[in-house]
Nanobody, 124 residues
Framework: QVQLLESGGGLVEAGGSLRLSCAAS????????MGWFRQAPGKERQFVAR????????TVADSVKGRFTISRDNAKNTMYLQMNILKPEDTAVYYC?????????????????WGQGTQVTVSS
């Protein structure tokens, strides 16, 4: 059974940083593409970042480019989202995902496995 467990969310002031973690079990991240999404209240789930299974390719959304970085620790079977220079508009529930249907997957329906989400709140 595949499980993705996010942690690291919380309340931070604008301009601050947080690092989210996603620990995987029942699935090896180094053989699966992985990604991060977020969902603000009343809005659709939005693509944030993804990494190819070889980790040779990473993509981040324009809205977080230059501020967010996706990474992975194969030994820990854990992926991360380093978030810097946070803004109030980054406030959302952040979800990790794995098992994309293609190398360019950016839509929720294109990902097979999901974590339960972790809340990130950025105060102004």
């Amino acid at each position: 059974q595949v499980q993705l467990l996010e942690s690291g969310g919380g309340l931070v002031e604008a301009g601050g940083s947080l690092r989210l973690s996603c620990a995987a079990s029942g699935l090896t991240l180094s053989t699966n593409g992985m990604g991060w999404f977020r969902q603000a209240p009343g809005k659709e789930r939005q693509f944030v970042a993804r990494m190819s299974r070889s980790s040779s390719s990473t993509t981040v959304a324009d809205s977080v480019k230059g501020r967010f970085t996706i990474s992975r620790d194969n030994a820990k079977n854990t992926m991360y989202l380093q978030m810097n220079i946070l803004k109030p508009e980054d406030t959302a529930v952040y979800y990790c995902a794995a098992g994309p249907s293609g190398i360019n997957a950016v839509h929720q329906y294109e990902w097979r496995y999901w974590g339960q989400g972790t809340q990130v709140t950025v105060s102004s």
